[in-house]
């Protein structure tokens, strides 16, 4: 589909993923004020919003920003269809003025301007992730499609980006929440901004067509407790790798293997007589995907049955050529299991000379989360990756991250948003904003600055203020300074807009940017604050602006 340059057609952006984020994914009143901005002429007033959150979530001091290249999507196909516009004729009082539907006729972002943080990057409350510059008609339809597409994309990149952390870089982590996700299209977000965030692959077949994300996945419970013998697997055949022989009865060896391991002293009688339905659901599994063994080994017993079955079909197919990749282990203690499950292995390796079977693959899932993850480090586990789901993708600890979107300038003239609420109190103006890195290579703080001042410089000492608090201030001299936001759509200004990069660069963004933070930032208890500034010009305005605008009491 063709984009737009400079309000223009511009080739190489697609409408949204998702079609029915369309101009009407909005909220009423959003039509109702463009009515009465329209209605009063003021529709083509220049506004300047700023898109921000207001505290970071799950108790962490950290963001990853997703979402933006769905908004920007968005504003690149905005435009009403004529079935859109009979709608909201019908929606609002018949007394609006037809020419109203003339003036939504000939709507789009032509004229307006997005300055945005990059995909990817670690953010800080208070800092504008998006500046959306236009009519204030357009921006103002524009807010709850926008809010909508970055609330939940970043809320569940910061969480994945949070279970790596726990996980440890070194973990496979595997994103299994489509079928818990809100619906369909919570399901398509969550493994997209998942795998932003940091996980290795999802189970959702959809979004790696979609976007392209590794796919994983074996076989579930139903399918082991389908099978009631081996003698339901009639084609028992396989050859070998190379294509060398054939064996004619792989089940036959699969089962010597058994009895060979049940003779064995060196695994202490662990087990007796295997549930043989599971062995022939495992044998079934091998024969169809012999390069790819993976099994559910917890449906019956895990170490009475499901290891010592695993192992017999995995030695079988050693025999063969082939490596089995490994077990997954979905309840029970997953410390102990995954622990006993490794020695076995080893075991194995040992007795019977099979080169890296002590290393073979185990999985775990089981209703994981960052809690779960944590404790498994504490107590000691073999786990070698992880499959998350419902805490995931449901953001379970957290359900919203509470993106607002705030006037901060009209025609020029600077707003400000009061409130007894301090944190509440919004940052006035066009501003520009900053990244200070210190001398070890770690950001410092995060700089707010008006639009016309100028810029921060390495090496130069500047004083870095708390927006309200007036006694939260110091002196930094940056060893580097990295400005933060860049036109993603430019509208009629003329200037260069910034390409919107594959998921997979944006992954490695976030990877890169979360490696920059600071350890104890990142820590998933008790992390110390982030500092988020502004200049010492920006501060005595705002608190100007403050004065200004506040009413002033009067007592009797």
Request: glycine fraction near 8%; charged fraction near 25%; hydrophobic fraction near 40%.
């Amino acid at each position: 589909m063709a984009a737009v340059a400079n309000g223009q057609k511009k080739e190489g952006i697609d409408g949204p993923t998702n079609p029915m984020v369309t101009p009407l994914l909005t909220d009423l009143y959003q039509f109702t004020m463009a009515y009465a901005y329209w209605k009063a002429g003021k529709h083509n007033d220049r506004a300047v919003f700023d898109l921000y959150f207001r505290r970071n979530p799950f108790g962490g001091e950290y963001t990853v920003f997703a979402g933006l290249e769905e908004c920007i999507k968005l504003i690149a196909n905005f435009r009403f269809s004529e079935d859109e516009i009979a709608f909201i004729k019908e929606t609002l009082p018949t007394s609006c003025e037809d020419g109203f539907y003339d003036y939504l006729r000939g709507l789009d972002c032509s004229n307006v301007e997005i300055h945005a943080i990059s995909e990817g990057f670690v953010v800080s409350p208070k800092i504008p992730l998006l500046r959306v510059e236009g009519p204030v008609a357009v921006a103002q339809l524009l807010e709850t499609p926008l809010v909508n597409l970055i609330n939940y994309a970043s809320l569940v990149a910061t969480n994945a980006a949070r279970h790596r952390f726990v996980a440890g870089k070194s973990k496979l982590l595997l994103e299994f929440g489509l079928r818990r996700a809100h619906g369909p299209d919570g399901g398509i977000g969550a493994s997209k901004y998942c795998y932003m965030g940091g996980f290795d692959a999802t189970s959702n077949v959809a979004a790696g067509k979609l976007f392209g994300i590794p796919l994983r996945g074996t076989h579930s419970h139903s399918f082991v407790s389908s099978f009631m013998s081996p003698d339901e697997i009639t084609e028992k055949s396989l050859h070998s790798s190379d294509g060398s022989h054939v064996c004619e009865d792989f089940v036959g060896s699969a089962q010597a293997w058994l009895s060979k391991l049940k003779r064995s002293n060196l695994l202490g009688g662990i087990f007796g007589e295997t549930n043989q339905s599971e062995l022939a659901a495992f044998a079934s599994y091998a024969l169809a995907f012999p390069k790819n063994f993976l099994a559910l080994v917890d449906t019956y017993d895990v170490m009475r049955s499901g290891i010592p079955n695993f192992c017999a079909i995995a030695l079988a197919l050693h025999d063969l050529g082939y490596k089995a990749v490994g077990i997954r282990l979905d309840s029970g203690d997953l410390a102990y299991l995954s622990c006993e499950a490794r020695n076995f292995f080893i075991t194995i390796e040992k007795e019977f000379g099979v080169p890296d079977f002590g290393k073979t693959n185990i999985t775990a899932s089981n209703d994981l989360n960052e809690e779960t993850l944590d404790a498994l480090n504490k107590q000691g586990h073999e786990v070698d990756a992880f499959g998350i789901g419902t805490h995931l993708v449901t953001c379970y600890a957290q359900p919203a991250l509470g993106v607002v979107f705030k006037l901060v300038e009209i025609n020029n003239q600077p707003r400000i948003k009061l409130s007894e609420d301090v944190s509440k109190v919004s940052i006035p103006c066009k501003k520009r904003s900053y990244r200070l890195y210190g001398k070890e290579g770690y950001p410092l703080v995060d700089l707010m600055t008006g639009e016309n001042e100028t810029p921060p410089k390495a090496g130069e000492r500047i004083l870095c203020r708390h927006p309200f608090i007036e006694s939260k201030r110091a002196y930094v001299v940056p060893q580097r300074v990295e400005e933060l936001m860049k036109c993603y759509w430019p509208g009629r200004s003329g200037k260069v807009r910034e390409e919107l990069p594959p998921l997979k660069v944006i992954r490695e963004r976030c990877i890169k940017h979360l490696e920059q933070m600071r350890p104890d930032h990142m820590r998933r208890l008790n992390p110390t604050p982030y500092k988020v500034s502004v200049s010492a010009k920006l501060y005595d305005f705002i608190h100007f602006l403050w004065l200004n605008e506040a009413p002033v009491g009067e007592l009797q």
